[in-house]
Nanobody
């Protein structure tokens, strides 16, 4: 069973919005509320890139520069779910988006700080 499962991806037109969801299973992530959750993405031919992260209780949030003002991250601990709302999408946002979780307090943008990963979900922005 995958520790994290993403959903909500697809093909959208430029300028529109899309919300990704990521659900954590309770076998491997027993205390979801004590995990920092994050989203990364990988565009064709590029390295995995940090998008956004959210800490305990959703108080501390961190965004990549390209995501500030356009993307929002939220969590629902009762549903063991983290969301990424993306507005005003552009073709440059086309990528495979990955959900990640780390059992720590610090909200970071480093791939190595996250223990669990989803398989990723494709988001394509095209007219």
């Amino acid at each position: 069973q995958e520790p994290l499962v993403e959903s909500g991806g697809g093909l959208v037109q430029p300028g529109t919005s899309l919300t990704l969801s990521c659900v954590a299973n309770d076998l491997q992530i027993t205390r979801f509320d004590r995990f920092v959750m994050a989203w990364f993405r990988r565009s064709p031919g590029k390295e995995r890139q940090f998008v956004a992260a959210i800490g305990w209780f959703g108080v501390i949030q961190k965004f990549a520069d390209f995501a500030k003002g356009r993307f929002r991250i939220a969590r629902d601990d009762g549903k063991r779910t983290v969301y990424l709302q993306m507005d005003t999408l552009q073709p440059a946002d086309t990528a495979v988006y990955y959900c990640a979780g780390g059992p720590q307090y610090s909200v970071t943008d480093l791939v190595g700080d996250y223990t669990y990963w989803g398989r990723g979900i494709q988001v394509t922005v095209s007219s």
